[in-house]
């Protein structure tokens, strides 16, 4: 079974440019989160989405990141501009709405703004 | 605010031996309490999960104790090999919310 994919595994940009970033969780999965993890810290958490629905944007700077969930499966994570305090590893996980909540996590994508 | 506060930074151990890694939380309305294992460039993995109404789990090497009244669970990995090099967090959360801890730097040296 796959698992969580993400892409791109890399991108660096330069800062104000924008940056778009691809999920595409386990299948059947209708919980979709996305955390950021800076170097040497836990990920926490960007927002989480229960089906199509966003249910917990507390943490998302909405001024310059954005999120869609279309159709309840793969999601796109965005930010624009982006700022040089973005960089970090951008990581995708997915579980199921109810039963089992174990989170499973892509690999990540790791941002370099320059 | 940090919910999970996790300890130590990190650790060193030979092989064989028993590290163990300690968090902490403060919302007692927390009932999922997960370690994941995380490989450089690689995601988080999930390696164990306690509910609050167990002291303690075994899943292979790995343990996890909780202690409920302390609001403290802690992770052990038994004759510990070079292979479980790696960072390990700790999460504690409600329902789909999740919240991870700082995270633990183990080396374990042949």
């Known amino acids: 079974e796959a698992g969580v994919v993400q892409s791109p595994r890399y991108k660096i940009i330069e800062k104000k440019q924008p940056v778009a970033f691809w999920c595409n969780p386990i299948?059947?999965?209708?919980?979709l989160y996305w955390y950021r993890q800076n170097l040497g810290q836990g990920p926490e958490l960007l927002i989480r989405y229960e089906n199509e629905e966003a249910v917990d944007d507390s943490q998302l700077p909405k001024d310059r990141f954005s999120a869609e969930r279309l159709k309840g499966v793969d999601s796109t994570l965005k930010i624009q501009p982006a700022e040089l305090g973005d960089s970090a590893v951008y990581l995708c996980a997915s579980s199921f709405l109810t039963g089992e909540r174990k989170a499973f996590f892509g690999q990540g994508t790791r941002l370099t703004v320059v | 605010q940090q919910q999970v506060k996790q300890s130590p930074q990190s650790l060193i151990v030979q092989k064989g031996g028993i590290p163990i890694i300690n968090c902490a939380y403060e919302n007692t309305a927390f009932d999922y309490f997960p370690w994941y294992q995380q490989f450089p460039g690689k995601g988080p993995a999930l390696l164990i999960a306690?509910?609050?109404?167990?002291s303690e789990k075994k899943e292979g090497r790995f343990t996890i104790s909780f202690n409920k009244s302390a609001k403290q669970f802690s992770l052990h990995i038994m004759d510990s090999q070079p292979g479980d090099s790696a960072t390990y967090f700790c999460a504690a959360g409600r329902g789909n919310q999740f919240y991870f801890g700082t995270g633990t730097s183990l080396t374990v040296i042949p």
């Open positions: 299948s059947g999965h209708n919980t």
């Open positions: 306690i509910r609050p109404d167990v």
